[in-house]
């Protein structure tokens, strides 16, 4: 009943733009922490950044400075801007929702390729 529906990646130039958007939908509870994770070619997993219902921020070394989470609860909207693009951070890019209840929701992921 839950989706969680990611757009905005695509292809970029290094030191180029993007904004993804993770929109939830359905009869999903009441939010808490949402946040994006990445996957390059061949590696795992890995947490990129997340923002609280309050608006607390969280990012992984390697995008801060460049990347900016943020959120708009009345949309139960996640994004992040992602400026400064770097080639290692080719990637499909996750959207994860937590609901104060305790259940956690995955999107089905955006590819971003930053390449000449």
């Known amino acids: 009943q839950v989706q969680l529906v990611e757009s905005g990646g695509g292809l970029v130039q290094p030191g180029g733009s993007l904004r993804l958007s993770c929109a939830a939908s359905?009869?999903?509870?009441?939010?808490?922490?949402m946040g994006w994770y990445r996957q390059a070619p061949g590696k795992e997993r890995e947490f990129v950044a997340d923002?609280?219902?309050?608006?607390?921020?969280v990012y992984t070394e390697s995008v801060k400075g460049r990347f900016t989470v943020s959120r708009d609860n009345a949309k139960k909207t996640l994004y992040l801007q992602m400026s400064s693009l770097k080639p290692e951070d080719t990637a499909v890019y996750y959207c994860?929702?937590?609901?104060?209840?305790?259940?956690?929701?995955w999107g089905q992921g955006t590819l971003v390729t930053v390449s000449s």
């Open positions: 994860n929702v937590n609901t104060y209840r305790s259940l956690k929701y």
């Open positions: 359905g009869s999903i509870s009441s939010i808490n922490v």
């Open positions: 923002i609280s219902s309050g608006g607390t921020t």
